[in-house]
């Protein structure tokens, strides 16, 4: 038996799973907020940390947090980190100029909001540090259908873009905790 | 509050797989309306054919074995409602068949149009894809006449 | 293995739902915490924690990495994970009590199966040249072993109705069991089949639910035991066997590796009070219990079983727990627990305790 011609060698294939899942209470909450061009995340009532997006709990603490943790925040910031992403052609890629992926901390809160563009600044002008606010989309156009339970997609599609104040850059004791 | 949101999640995953010269042989055999087993260590002939030896572990080598081109119904199920993940749109059974020529049953669908149509033992024979995929689901067996 | 003073102290579990609202990271962060507190440990004790569970479930790539979340990882702990059945998380820990150099391990496992359709994900474990791309679900595979074991005459559809009537009768007095309740033999087998000669209560419900197991070591797991008012359920042996993945390959309507894992674990047919087994699908219990040869004297899922509450990747654990629990409470002296992985019973954990 002789081998298979090469084209045979290659079998394609593709596999697809679809997920429904129902938003946690928390994060479902969360979203009315973002909608409403409010961010509310939970505050822990063990060590006073402010999450956003809240997960429902303290990982530090390992204790659940609930609706009377919740804290209200304002949509300005910091910058605590920031990459310029060239897109890469592959299955499912969406970009095709290189985008800004950063992390935002926004006042208040102990865990930043990631995956964010900033916009108001050249890319090579970017800076940790950088002082930002929530440029929001109109009210009709905001959509939180990108929300998972993962924490991924966790700003929605409400927010335009971050962009910078203007403001003189926070010091590096406001950020160099919270890079990542 | 609102209602608890349902977010929708698809995940792909485009595949392509290198099969060697053992399922490479298989699939490609289907594309030529072949069978093909291999012969294990101790002499047996598996369907479908595999790479190493289930029992030992050793390399088979790629030295294929023609079979059927019938078979026969070793246990099956019957799947009245198929989905579109299934290899037919209509009512169908999934099957172990035993080609002849195979010491070991392979997991295929057969279209035999009615579960009152299946039982085991009975003897069915290979219908292949006229055109094919280059996937296993090239492979249909259907009741013997 | 041979070392014999590891034990299983304490267990918690969520109820087996249909549809849980909370995340997965969220249902195990109080089953976490009861585990330890009913050990009436701190948390630093643990020595070393093993997670089990599938990010597939949920379609959440490194979903494992967040439920870690539930063990409180911050301090850093030594920890480990399976994809997989808690029951092997618990296997690796019990690996690792065998060091000697810590007394306290956590295992635990969960699951959501409600996002996913399992028809459709558990197709993707399968070969993926031969069996994958036939969309080949669980059901029609259990549908095609049951139909084998009609076939050789070891078993018969009423046998699968009164395994599925036992089960259900047996989970009324568990309250984390998704279905329970009272069932006719006859009425069950009046019943259309779903996936013949499968009927749809042969096969298991979908389940979200978590588990967590405290093992502690010998004088701890005494102490741990004693302050509770209970007595530790001693692993006399563990292990896990599996078998060629082509279902054609195999004998399907035995299971060759669940007899050596049993005897591997030390289990020798002798007497046993208690055995909690992974059977998915109703005549999964029938090949279970004659691999493993039990005598009608032997109490079979007493807690229901998978046919009760199937909360995939933690329901092997969950066996363990409820065969533990069993033995923690004195009713029974003697338990055995299994745990099942990959299509129709190929790979097989079996799991021997003792009282004192």
């Not at chain 1, 045979?8 to 799973?17: A, K, Q």
């Not at chain 1, 964010?116 to 540090?129: A, C, D, F, K, Y």
């Not at chain 2, 030992?56 to 099956?76: D, Q, R």
């Not at chain 3, 969520?14 to 009861?34: G, K, W």
Request: glycine share 10%.
């Amino acid at each position: 038996m002789s081998a298979p011609p090469k084209e045979h060698l290659v079998m394609e294939h593709l596999v697809t799973l679809t997920y429904r899942e129902k938003l946690t209470e928390n994060l479902n909450r969360f979203a009315d907020n973002l909608l409403e061009a409010r961010i509310v995340g939970h505050k822990c009532p063990s060590c006073g940390r402010v999450y956003v997006p809240p997960k429902g709990y303290c990982p530090l603490c390992v204790v659940a947090t609930g609706n009377n943790d919740e804290v209200e925040l304002p949509d300005r910031g910091t910058l605590t980190g920031f990459t310029i992403i060239t897109p890469v052609a592959y299955y499912g890629q969406q970009q095709t100029e290189p985008f800004v992926w950063a992390s935002v901390l926004l006042d208040g809160a102990d865990t930043p909001l990631t995956g964010q563009n900033i916009t108001g600044v050249p890319h090579s002008e970017l800076r940790m540090g950088l002082r930002v606010k929530a440029r929001w989309k109109p009210r009709e156009q905001r959509s939180v259908e990108g929300m998972t339970n993962r924490g991924w997609g966790g700003f929605g599609d409400v927010v335009e873009s971050f962009e910078a104040t203007g403001e003189p850059d926070a010091g590096e004791e406001v950020y160099k905790e919270h890079i990542f | 509050m609102s209602e608890p949101r349902v977010t929708v999640t698809k995940l792909e995953f485009p595949y392509s797989r290198t099969l060697g010269p053992v399922l490479g042989a298989f699939i490609g055999g289907l594309r030529e309306g072949k069978l093909l087993g291999i012969r294990a260590r101790d002499g047996r002939v598996l369907a479908p054919p595999v790479e190493y030896d289930p029992e030992t572990g050793e390399s088979l080598g790629s030295e294929m074995v023609a079979l059927g081109p019938e078979g026969t119904v070793v246990a099956w199920t019957w799947v009245g409602q198929p989905t579109a993940k299934h290899p037919l749109g209509r009512p169908f059974s999934f099957a172990l068949v035993k080609p002849d020529g195979a010491d070991t049953a392979m997991v295929g669908p057969v279209d035999a149009g009615s579960p009152d149509s299946m039982s085991t033992g009975m003897r069915v024979r290979a219908r292949f894809n006229p055109e094919p995929k280059g996937l296993v689901t090239d492979l249909t067996w259907e009741p013997a006449r | 293995m041979a070392s014999s003073d590891i034990a299983v102290v304490a267990t918690a579990q969520t109820p087996s739902v249909r549809e849980a609202n909370p995340s997965e990271v969220q249902l195990l962060v109080p089953t976490i915490a009861a585990a330890i507190e009913k050990a009436g440990i701190e948390r630093r004790e643990i020595g070393f924690t093993c997670a089990g569970s599938c990010d597939y479930l949920t379609g959440g790539p490194f979903a494992f990495v967040s439920n870690l979340e539930a063990a409180g990882a911050w301090p850093p702990i030594s920890e480990s994970h399976v994809e997989a059945d808690g029951a092997w998380a618990l296997y690796e820990a019990w690996m690792r009590l065998h060091e000697d150099d810590i007394d306290v391990a956590l295992a635990f496992g969960s699951g959501k199966s409600s996002p996913s359709n399992p028809a459709e994900v558990w197709a993707q474990q399968l070969d993926p040249y031969y069996l994958a791309p036939l969309g080949l679900d669980p059901v029609s595979l259990a549908g095609i072993q049951a139909q084998a074991l009609l076939a050789s005459g070891k078993a018969t559809e009423r046998d699968f109705a009164e395994v599925v009537a036992a089960s259900r009768r047996n989970a009324k007095s568990n309250p984390n069991a998704q279905l329970s309740g009272d069932f006719d033999v006859d009425a069950l087998l009046a019943e259309p089949y779903f996936r013949q000669p499968l009927r749809k209560h042969d096969c298991p419900p979908i389940s979200d639910g978590a588990v967590a197991v405290v093992l502690a070591r010998g004088e701890r797991a005494r102490s741990i035991a004693a302050a509770a008012g209970r007595r530790p359920a001693w692993i006399r042996g563990m292990d896990h066997r599996v078998e060629p993945h082509q279902p054609g390959m195999r004998d399907l309507t035995s299971s060759a590796s669940t007899s050596l894992a049993a005897r591997k674990a030390g289990y020798d047919g002798g007497p046993l009070d208690v055995a909690e087994l992974c059977s998915t699908f109703s005549p999964q219990e029938l090949v279970l219990r004659s691999a493993l040869g039990l005598g009608e004297e032997v109490s079979v899922n007493p807690s229901g079983g998978p046919l009760a509450g199937n909360p995939i990747m933690a329901v092997g654990l969950v066996r363990i727990a409820e065969a533990a629990e069993r033995v923690m409470d004195g009713s029974a002296g003697r338990a055995l627990a299994h745990a099942t992985a990959g299509p129709l019973l190929q790979q097989n954990l079996v799991c021997l305790m003792e009282g004192e």
